[in-house]
């Protein structure tokens, strides 16, 4: 079965940097996805992941242990725009199937 | 260009009714999916469909089916809608071979059963 885990709620100030933990458990696990999506749209792309290690990608960076199953995305010098839902997602090989967790809902304050 | 498009963007209809929901995607992607988002922001899939195979998720009743004319079209048909169906529904795609690339989502349908 699958298993991702992830916060339901973080807070963090503009300028500041904030790090959304995600936990899972899959089979056939073949690389991790984070997706952000604002509230009433469509989820987009943000990161991919399939070896350990840290992608980094304009100010946020991606990071993957494979052994722990665990990732987290990393937002520095925060944005208001930056307030969304943050999706942690793992693909499963043999479902060919991209599983979701519940999202992390941050909200950046002034 | 929209590169992938679900029609209608809202649905309002009576319990009991069957419906549609219309997804293209004009990216060249030869897998396409339909996901279920409720109350609780939770991104559910339902299907995992390319030209060879299609992946059912257990949990889903068969009162849903999808239909693909072709590789560019997913279409989801739901038949006897329950209060319990009004969710927003996304329509995605990707290429199989290109994970890094990620899934494209469409806009959602967002479906009201009354």
């Known amino acids: 079965g699958q298993n991702i885990d992830q916060p339901t709620e973080m807070t963090a100030t503009e300028g500041a940097i904030v790090q959304i933990n995600c936990t899972y458990q899959?089979?056939?696990?073949?690389?991790l996805f984070w997706y952000q999506q604002h509230a009433g749209e469509a989820p987009t792309f943000l990161s991919y992941n399939v070896l350990d290690g840290l992608e980094e990608k304009g100010r946020f960076s991606s990071f993957l242990s494979r052994s722990k199953g665990y990732s987290y995305l990393l937002l520095k010098e925060l944005q208001m725009k930056d307030s969304a839902s943050y999706l942690c997602?793992?693909?499963?090989?043999?479902?060919?199937?991209?599983?979701f967790g519940g999202g992390t809902r941050l909200m950046v304050k002034p | 260009d929209t590169a992938v498009s679900q029609t209608p963007k809202y649905l309002v209809t009576q319990m009991g009714n069957d419906k549609s929901i219309k997804c293209e995607q004009n990216l060249g992607h030869d897998t396409m999916y339909w996901y279920k988002q409720d109350s609780k922001k939770f991104l559910k899939i339902m299907f995992s469909y390319n030209n060879k195979e299609l992946i059912i998720n257990e949990t889903v009743p068969n009162r849903f089916s999808p239909k693909s004319p072709d590789k560019a079209h997913l279409n989801l048909h739901i038949n006897s809608l329950e209060l319990g169906d009004s969710a927003v529904y996304f329509c995605a795609s990707s290429l199989q071979d290109s994970l890094s690339l990620g899934y494209t989502f469409g806009s959602g349908t967002r479906l009201t059963v009354v």
């Open positions: 997602a793992a693909y499963n090989n043999a479902g060919n199937m991209l599983t």
């Open positions: 899959t089979s056939g696990f073949n690389g």
